[in-house]
T-cell receptor, first 116, second 113 residues
Framework: NAGVTQTPKFRILKIGQSMTLQCTQD?????MYWYRQDPGMGLKLIYY???????DKGEVPNGYNVSRSTTEDFPLRLELAAPSQTSVYFC???????????????FGPGTRLTVL | RKEVEQDPGPFNVPEGATVAFNCTYS??????FFWYRQDCRKEPKLLMS???SGNEDGRFTAQLNRASQYISLLIRDSKLSDSATYLC??????????????FGKGTHLIIQP
């Protein structure tokens, strides 16, 4: 199993450009997440999905959009890139959480985005 | 008060030593607790979950104090390969939460030969 894969690994955008960050998982996980990590900061949740066709906002959704047409794929769209979106973006997936305990989230290798 | 607070370090520790660091969380309704490890420029990976009774995994011991709202991680007989950033992670939901996890900024650990 490849686990969670993300493309591209690196990208430089100009202000106002658009792009889609791709995320695919082969573990048949229903739950998928997008986080961003700024230097020296914790991960912040952008959007999440509990299954195909269902998405919801996280803590920092402004400037982003997502879709979930299949279980495997969860792309993140930036419509008008801004310097504040310079960050490392991580996609993650998991099984549904247990009632009595946590569940592990599996992360992709990340996409390093710079907006100039 | 920040949701999850950690001392950023760095903790510089000689190989073979024991090191411990704590994390505090602000939401008393938090249910699930984890330590993740993140190597430089890599993705986070689960190190261990933290249970109310405390739990151990080899050289690693995690403790939870709900009354004081803090979580600890103890590493015994530290190895060079333990050098990494350790992220304290908390979820509001009992099962890890469909809306994701709250991450601390991490504690940077450097094991020196």
């Amino acid at each position: 199993n490849a686990g969670v894969t993300q493309t591209p690994k690196f990208r430089i955008l100009k202000i106002g450009q658009s792009m889609t960050l791709q995320c695919t998982q082969d573990m048949n996980h229903n739950y998928m997440y997008w986080y961003r990590q700024d230097p020296g900061m914790g991960l912040k949740l952008i959007y999440y999905s509990v299954g195909a066709g269902i998405t919801d906002k996280g803590e920092v959704p402004n400037g982003y959009n997502v879709s979930r047409s299949t279980t495997e794929d969860f792309p993140l769209r930036l419509e008008l890139a801004a310097p504040s979106q310079t960050s490392v973006y991580f996609c993650a997936s998991s099984s549904p959480p247990h009632k009595t305990g946590g569940t592990e989230q599996f992360f992709g290798p990340g996409t390093r985005l710079t907006v100039l | 008060r920040k949701e999850v607070e950690q001392d950023p370090g760095p903790f510089n520790v000689p190989e073979g030593a024991t090191v411990a660091f704590n994390c505090t969380y602000s939401n008393s309704a938090s249910q699930s607790f984890f330590w993740y490890r993140q190597d430089c420029r890599k993705e986070p990976k689960l190190l261990m979950s933290v249970y109310s009774s405390g739990n151990e995994d080899g050289r690693f011991t995690a403790q939870l104090n709900r009354a004081s709202q803090y979580i600890s991680l103890l590493i015994r007989d530290s190895k060079l390969s333990d050098s990494a950033t350790y992220l304290c992670v908390v979820s509001r939901d009992s099962g890890g939460g469909a809306d994701g996890l709250t991450f601390g900024k991490g504690t940077h650990l450097i094991i020196q030969p």
